[in-house]
């Protein structure tokens, strides 16, 4: 089990930056893929990137490209989203997510740990 809490996120207008924070903790957790997801009032959680936590491979979806960084800190076992020139269309509340696999890393449902997830707002 992998026990994950997301900080970081909050109210910025569009064209700013944002840092969103996952602390992990747990047994052997760094055999997992970590990732982010966000979910818009009315609509379905959107795969954003994930990271695997050993090799540090990474995939990006589309709303995160050329915008969006992931990283991660192995000191620190913390995963970083780093976002920069938000938009309007990407309030949401973001989830850290954990999982094994070495396919379908865009689906959520190749994810069973999850965050509480963490509000970002973006204003025109």
């Known amino acids: 089990q992998v026990h994950l809490v997301e900080s970081g996120g909050g109210l910025t207008q569009a064209g700013g930056s944002l840092r969103l924070s996952c602390a992990v903790s747990?047994?052997?957790?760094?055999?997992?893929?970590m990732a982010w997801f966000r979910q818009a009032p009315r609509k379905e959680r959107e795969f954003v990137v994930a990271?695997?936590?050993?090799?540090?491979?990474?995939w990006y979806g589309n709303p995160a490209k050329g915008r969006f960084t992931i990283s991660r800190d192995n000191a620190k076992n913390t995963v970083y989203l780093q976002m920069n020139r938000l938009k309007v269309e990407d309030t949401a509340v973001y989830y850290c997510?954990?999982?094994?696999?070495?396919?379908?890393?865009?689906?959520?449902?190749?994810?069973?740990?999850w965050g509480q997830g963490t509000q970002v707002t973006v204003s025109s």
């Open positions: 997510a954990a999982g094994r696999g070495d396919s379908g890393l865009e689906s959520h449902t190749m994810y069973d740990n």
């Open positions: 747990g047994r052997a957790f760094s055999e997992y893929v």
């Open positions: 990271i695997r936590w050993s090799g540090g491979g990474t």
